[in-house]
């Protein structure tokens, strides 16, 4: 997941949308609506941001993985990016 939020992120960089944060560049993709797969990108880094900010609390069950994963898919699948 968090690998995939990295890809996301050069993606994102490289179709130039404006932001210093993923986060940023996905608000930015919302305003221009360019993003069929938007919401799978939000989805998938809200898993990667619950993760990344709960540390080792944090439980990610093999179902939440998968669908952060299939989220993921999704969006590089509509930019050809794998």
Do not use: P
Not at 11 to 19: A, C, E, N, S
Request: proline fraction near 0%; aromatic fraction near 10%.
């Amino acid at each position: 997941v968090l690998e995939a939020d990295s890809i996301l992120e050069e993606l994102t960089d490289r179709m130039g949308y404006r932001g210093e944060s993923l986060g940023e560049r996905l608000k930015h993709a919302e305003e221009i609506g360019s993003f069929r797969t938007l919401q799978n990108a939000w989805e998938a880094h809200k898993v990667r941001n619950q993760i990344a900010h709960s540390g080792s609390d944090f439980e990610l069950s093999h179902r939440q993985a998968r669908l952060a994963v299939d989220n993921y898919e999704q969006v590089f699948l509509e930019f050809d990016f794998i």
